[in-house]
């Protein structure tokens, strides 16, 4: 029996004095013992790439996304996305040159008669009005438009402006043709309306808008200059710029109508993106508030992370703020027929989609690079290449995103997810366990304690020493 037991005494200690070998060194080794042996050889590639694979906890597509664990690359990949956010501008600044902006008759003045598509032989066709006004007048209108659905169908003529006997002539002669319907049912006249703006008052209207968008540019600049750094600043004006630039070339080249309800709505995305900006700006700024004394991360790990923490948050606002948009869409064009809200709805919803697109794709990645400029960024990404990669030749100033990519898959094949307050915490335990030579006498950090051999292991009884 007591041979039994010093056997077994033996075999846990030597189980317990493996001295040279850390906490994450154990987990791996718990991970290999469920790949094969040829694979398993402590100097093989194959085998660490096993154990790593083994040791690292399979998610997924949602449950990344939801926790924001930094699987998905987007600072990584920043030269992919730069190259479609430059498409997407190129292609909205050409349609700008080459076929402009539709601006509204409170732009550009003129005159806009209206009245019911039901009419006395039926339903208006856009073709028969045409026919009639050009017939009238001699002259074909800029825009005939059915806006509406069923018996709220309406039938809109715009044209340059008219003399108020072209414009009495005009009404009557769509009455004679079709017959417009009044609310009771009957035929009228009256169904028949018209409005008139004349060219001065489109210029004072443009003039103001103008006035409008360049106030609030100013404010938003101000405001994003005091509260962020220089570069932080840099990239959210020019998100900005990027989104004002991509939502006016959307209308140039689909052909919307520029109306002063265009204006407002442009504003109110602008801001709309700003907001969803700084709440990407903000978990950069909180994760990288002290990033140069650590080495565990470099700084566009701690931004691309950051933008996973903060994906689900810009996709749910974004959710939350186009299902009112199409709300207001549906009311606008199939149910009311109100040309107003229909363009108060369309540059909300581009808008909406462009700002949500700029935040995540656009205006980190850019801070990212002009950060990487800096000398502080360059010497502490050279520091965390160098303790993951002692014999790595990469060059963080040549490759940023070659650089990027490495060390994110090195931290998500050893890292869980953390918090940056716990960086100095990983920072010593990855220190300790990165020496391989023990100090003498001493036990490694993170190695298991080791038991004297010339002591008995208390069993827990009274007087068990006396029999």
């Given at each position: 029996?007591?041979?039994?037991?010093?056997?077994?005494?033996?075999?846990?200690i030597g189980k317990e004095a493996n001295t040279g070998k850390d906490a994450d060194t154990t987990d791996v080794e718990t991970a290999e013992?469920?790949?094969?042996?040829?694979?398993?050889?402590?100097?093989?590639?194959?085998?660490?790439?096993?154990?790593?694979?083994?040791?690292?906890?399979?998610?997924?597509?949602?449950?990344?996304?939801?926790?924001?664990?930094?699987?998905?690359?987007v600072v990584g990949r920043r030269r992919l996305w730069y190259g479609i956010s430059g498409a997407i501008v190129a292609v909205a600044i050409?349609?700008?040159?080459?076929?402009?902006?539709?601006?509204?008759?409170?732009?550009?003045?003129?005159?806009?008669?209206?009245?019911?598509?039901?009419?006395?032989?039926?339903?208006?066709?856009?073709?028969?009005?045409?026919?009639?006004?050009?017939?009238?007048?001699?002259?074909?209108?800029?825009?005939?438009?059915?806006?509406?659905?069923?018996?709220?169908?309406?039938?809109?003529?715009?044209?340059?402006?008219?003399?108020?006997?072209?414009?009495?002539?005009?009404?009557?002669?769509?009455?004679?043709?079709?017959?417009?319907?009044?609310?009771?049912?009957?035929?009228?006249?009256?169904?028949?309306s018209d409005s008139a703006v004349s060219e001065t008052w489109g210029d004072q209207i443009t003039k103001k808008a103008l006035i409008a968008?360049?106030?609030?540019?100013?404010?938003?600049?101000?405001?994003?200059?005091?509260?962020?750094?220089?570069?932080?600043?840099?990239?959210?004006?020019?998100?900005?710029?990027?989104?004002?630039?991509?939502?006016?070339?959307?209308?140039?080249?689909?052909?919307?109508?520029?109306?002063?309800?265009?204006?407002?709505?442009?504003?109110?995305?602008?801001?709309?993106?700003?907001?969803?900006?700084?709440?990407?700006?903000?978990?950069?700024?909180?994760?990288?508030?002290?990033?140069?004394?650590?080495?565990?991360?470099?700084?566009?790990?701690?931004?691309?992370?950051?933008?996973?923490?903060?994906?689900?948050?810009?996709?749910?606002?974004?959710?939350?703020?186009?299902?009112?948009?199409?709300?207001?869409?549906?009311?606008?064009?199939?149910?009311?027929?109100?040309?107003?809200?229909?363009?108060?709805?369309?540059?909300?919803?581009?808008?909406?989609?462009?700002?949500?697109?700029?935040?995540?794709?656009?205006?980190?990645?850019?801070?990212?690079?002009?950060?990487?400029?800096?000398?502080?960024?360059?010497?502490?990404?050279?520091?965390?290449?160098?303790?993951?990669?002692?014999?790595?030749?990469?060059?963080?100033?040549?490759?940023?995103?070659?650089?990027?990519?490495?060390?994110?898959?090195?931290?998500?094949?050893?890292?869980?997810?953390?918090?940056?307050?716990?960086?100095?915490?990983?920072?010593?335990?990855?220190?300790?366990?990165?020496?391989?030579?023990?100090?003498?006498?001493?036990?490694?950090?993170?190695?298991?304690?080791?038991?004297?051999?010339?002591?008995?292991?208390?069993?827990?009884?009274?007087?068990?020493?006396?029999?």
């Open positions: 029996m007591a041979s039994k037991a010093n056997t077994g005494k033996e075999a846990n013992e469920t790949t094969s042996p040829a694979d398993s050889k402590p100097g093989s590639k194959s085998g660490l790439k096993t154990e790593r694979a083994a040791a690292v906890p399979h998610h997924s597509f949602f449950s990344r996304l939801y926790t924001g664990t930094g699987a998905f690359e050409l349609s700008i040159i080459l076929r402009g902006f539709t601006f509204g008759i409170d732009f550009k003045g003129g005159t806009t008669v209206s009245m019911p598509a039901a009419g006395a032989g039926g339903t208006v066709g856009v073709v028969q009005v045409e026919d009639v006004f050009k017939k009238t007048l001699g002259s074909d209108p800029e825009s005939v438009v059915i806006v509406g659905n069923g018996a709220s169908a309406t039938v809109q003529i715009r044209s340059e402006a008219l003399t108020n006997d072209q414009t009495t002539k005009l009404r009557n002669a769509l009455f004679d043709a079709f017959q417009p319907k009044g609310t009771d049912g009957k035929p009228s006249k009256k169904a028949i968008l360049a106030v609030f540019l100013a404010l938003v600049s101000l405001y994003i200059t005091v509260r962020y750094e220089r570069y932080m600043a840099i990239s959210a004006l020019t998100t900005m710029v990027f989104d004002l630039a991509v939502t006016a070339g959307v209308y140039s080249l689909v052909g919307f109508e520029v109306t002063p309800a265009t204006v407002i709505g442009l504003l109110t995305i602008l801001g709309f993106s700003l907001y969803d900006t700084v709440i990407v700006f903000d978990k950069v700024e909180e994760n990288t508030h002290g990033f140069q004394h650590t080495t565990r991360r470099t700084f566009a790990e701690q931004a691309n992370l950051a933008i996973n923490q903060t994906f689900m948050r810009s996709i749910n606002t974004s959710l939350i703020g186009v299902l009112p948009v199409l709300a207001l869409m549906v009311v606008a064009v199939w149910l009311l027929g109100v040309g107003t809200l229909k363009d108060l709805a369309l540059v909300q919803l581009v808008g909406i989609l462009v700002g949500t697109y700029s935040s995540i794709f656009f205006a980190t990645p850019l801070l990212v690079t002009l950060r990487e400029r800096t000398e502080l960024v360059r010497t502490h990404t050279r520091r965390v290449v160098r303790r993951r990669n002692p014999g790595s030749s990469a060059d963080p100033e040549k490759d940023p995103d070659k650089v990027s990519e490495k060390t994110a898959k090195a931290v998500k094949a050893d890292e869980p997810t953390e918090s940056p307050g716990d960086d100095a915490a990983g920072e010593t335990t990855r220190t300790a366990s990165a020496s391989t030579k023990p100090v003498p006498n001493k036990p490694t950090p993170g190695a298991r304690p080791v038991r004297p051999t010339g002591t008995r292991r208390p069993t827990g009884k009274r007087n068990a020493g006396k029999r």
